[in-house]
């Protein structure tokens, strides 16, 4: 059974940064595309950003562009989701999800092509 352990969420003040990690004890999420997605209170999970298999591919929402950097560590199994200049509309629960098996694209519809999901960090930024 795939596990993904999100980590590094917290409280923070606007204009902070924080990374977040998305792990796996399985080191065939290596081979895996890789996403994150936020859901905030009273909204539905949306797309923030998303990483091929390879690494090479990256993908971001529009909200997040120019702030945020996805990235992943094979060595690690990992995949990390650095933020900066954070700001009170990015408060949320954030998700890492397993994409499609040596894909090196990036689906953003949380519904569709996603079979293993972690179970949230929460980031809390405030004014």
């Known amino acids: 059974q795939v596990q993904l352990v999100e980590s590094g969420g917290g409280s923070v003040q606007a204009g902070a940064s924080l990374r977040l990690t998305c792990a796996s004890s399985?080191?065939?999420?290596?081979?895996?595309?890789a996403t994150w997605f936020r859901q905030a209170p009273g909204k539905e999970r949306e797309f923030v950003a998303g990483i091929g298999w390879r690494g090479s591919v990256t993908r971001y929402a529009e909200a997040v562009l120019g702030r945020f950097t996805i990235s992943r560590d094979k060595a690690r199994n990992a995949v990390y989701l650095e933020m900066n200049s954070l700001t009170p509309e990015d408060t949320a629960v954030y998700y890492c999800a397993r994409g499609g098996g040596y894909i090196d694209d990036v689906y953003p519809d949380p519904k569709s092509g996603y079979d293993a999901w972690g179970q949230g960090t929460r980031v809390t930024v405030s004014s």
């Open positions: 399985i080191s065939s999420f290596n081979r895996f595309a």
